[in-house]
């Protein structure tokens, strides 16, 4: 899947979130990334990002985000064993 452009909304609080609010109580973005190794400051290059909003302990599933990244460099066999990203799956997506 390339990306899809989708509105995530998520209220910005300007007050403190107390350190007793239960992670129930609020609502959040996890997101996820695959790159072409482990020395992204350096050599490595983003290769994938995804986000899932939660609410509630609840994924919300029609508002998650997954885009490839085109690293404009190959992606090793091991990346590919670990990801199932392949350069051609990235071929045609964004640019790093």
């Known amino acids: 899947m390339f990306f899809q452009r989708k509105n995530i909304s998520c209220a910005l609080m300007y007050e403190k979130i107390p350190l007793s609010t239960r ?10 990334t695959e790159t072409t190794g482990f020395q ?3 050599t490595d290059r983003l290769i994938e990002i ?4 939660v609410s509630g302990l609840k994924v919300i599933e029609n508002a998650r985000f997954q885009t490839y990244v085109n690293p404009e460099r190959q992606i090793s066999r091991e990346i590919i064993e670990l ?13 790093h």
Do not use: E, Q
């Open 40 to 42: 992204v400051a350096t």
């Open 83 to 95: 990801t199932s990203i392949t350069d051609a799956k990235v071929a045609g997506a964004p640019v």
């Open 50 to 53: 995804g986000g899932v909003p």
């Open 23 to 32: 992670i129930d109580d609020l609502t959040f973005i996890v997101f996820d």
